[in-house]
């Protein structure tokens, strides 16, 4: 499974490897890239795990200003390092607002334990609803930029010739029918299913 | 021009119109049957007065969709998500990116998920014009 870092973003997730990408037109060195990411990891998580932190900052900032505005040497260099912190946080944000344009936001991927019962629970609804057919399930990383999920779990259903085509579409409707009853709304959004008919289509 | 048209013309796709290479026509007609269920969502989310940005309309539609409380609504959102793959498989797997020739089973299932999607959509917007999606949600 690909590494899952959370953007500052609403409640969107990014996989690192996007990030990190070689997108053609970025313009950005795989250094620069290494920083935004560490920046993101470190800076960003702080930030959203200790509410308030960020608003005791800038006070702290702000009362630093204005003691140094009356100031002594060492207040003044003070109020210089933090401009430069905050011109250095500024350019940063600015360099990875600039990465993210390129990379596809994700939902927040379902824990390995969570995907793996859903995988059984799915393949069960298969079985069931597609009785008498064999059934194939594959699962993989969702690559399509388009969606938000960040899986894929494809179940293929072999078919014969002699299948009526129309009660497999009520049967894959059913499996969703039956698949909104027992996954979240945050499971259907990071989790795509898709069904695939194995011998339907001949080129 | 009326969404449901669209459906219409997968049909005729769907039937091989004389002289019209044959795999193209079928998948054309999921295309035209993706965007038939498509558009039909986005103009109901829409008279709902659903906001819309210019760009990302197909992931808004589904995500307002998803957050429907009529179980109905959800399921056909995921069918509608099937749909568009099948409707992404037909446009752009196509030449020298080709993963599978396409037949006409393919257009008869998009047809066929086309039409339920249209119908369980329009009526559960005749019961409630926000489609079940609750009110915190806009």
Wanted: aromatic share 6%.
């Amino acid at each position: 499974m690909k590494t899952m870092i959370k953007s500052r973003i609403g409640d969107m997730w990014l996989r690192q490897e996007d990030l990190a990408a070689n997108i053609p037109g970025r313009p950005d060195s795989a250094a620069e890239i290494a920083v935004c990411i560490k920046y993101i990891r470190d800076t960003w998580a702080r930030a959203s795990n200790a509410v308030g932190i960020d608003e005791k900052a800038r006070n702290a900032i702000l009362h630093a200003r204005v003691v140094g505005s009356f100031a002594n040497p060492v207040l003044v260099q003070l109020r210089e390092q933090l401009q430069q912190r905050d011109e250095l946080l500024t350019q940063q944000d600015t360099t990875i607002s600039r990465l993210l344009a390129f990379v596809p936001a994700k939902a927040l991927a379902v824990s390995d334990e969570r995907l793996q019962a859903i995988v059984a629970e799915v393949g069960e609804i298969a079985a069931s609803v597609f009785k008498g057919h064999n059934i194939k399930w594959s699962l993989s990383d969702e690559d399509d930029p388009e969606s938000l999920a960040c899986h894929r779990f494809t179940v293929v259903v072999e078919m014969t010739d002699k299948d009526d085509l129309e009660e497999l579409v009520v049967a894959e409707m059913k499996l969703r029918e039956q698949l909104v009853s027992s996954m979240s709304d945050k499971e259907l959004r990071a989790l795509r299913i898709l069904v695939e008919y194995e011998t339907l289509a001949r080129a | 021009m009326n969404p449901t048209d669209n459906l219409a013309l997968a049909r005729t796709l769907h039937d091989f119109p004389m002289g019209a290479p044959k795999e193209a026509s079928t998948r054309g007609a999921c295309g035209r049957a993706y965007y038939a269920a498509f558009i039909v969502a986005r103009d109901l989310l829409v008279k709902a007065k659903f906001p819309f940005q210019p760009r990302g309309v197909h992931q808004r539609v589904a995500d307002l969709l998803r957050q429907s409380t009529d179980k109905d609504v959800k399921a056909r959102n995921l069918d509608l998500d099937q749909l568009r793959n099948l409707r992404e498989q037909s446009d752009y797997e196509v030449g020298d990116k080709t993963k599978k020739g396409f037949a006409a089973g393919d257009s008869q299932r998009a047809i066929l998920l086309s039409n339920t999607i249209i119908t369980s959509f329009q009526t559960a917007a005749k019961k409630d014009s926000r489609l079940f999606i609750p009110a915190h949600v806009v």
